[in-house]
């Protein structure tokens, strides 16, 4: 029900977007976030925005440069991601759920994932 798109190969420094579609009212009707994992570690999450677009909390490793924008009206939810590191590169999931949450068990929806690689 959900599909993530926008990743891809980066320098360090630079800028993606990814996109989260959900199917029916995935997106809309439920608390989305963002998770990566990258090779070998657990999933880590990135960062959570409530139903109607307020409620935004970040993980401390992307605060600042990492921001979340849900638009409602398409039913999607987007990753802004600036000043990208080499410690950011791994595969980035969109989770819904109902219930905010920093750790991914409680997400009912998840995505295949986006591959994001940074080089230095």
């Known amino acids: 029900q959900l599909a993530e798109s926008g990743g891809g190969l980066v320098q360090t420094g630079g800028s993606l977007r990814l996109s989260c579609v959900g199917s029916g009212d995935t997106v809309s009707t439920y608390i989305m976030a963002w998770f990566r994992q990258a090779p070998g570690k657990k999933r880590e999450f990135v960062g959570t925005v409530g139903r109607t677009g307020g409620d935004i909390v970040y993980a401390d490793s992307v605060k600042g440069r990492f921001t979340i924008i849900r638009e409602v009206i398409e039913d999607t939810v987007h990753l802004q991601m600036s000043s990208l590191k080499p410690e950011d590169t791994a595969i980035y999931y969109c989770?819904?759920?109902?219930?905010?949450?920093?750790?991914?068990?409680?997400?009912?929806?998840w995505g295949q994932g986006t591959q994001v690689t940074v080089s230095s």
């Open positions: 989770a819904a759920g109902r219930f905010l949450s920093i750790v991914p068990e409680p997400y009912d929806y």
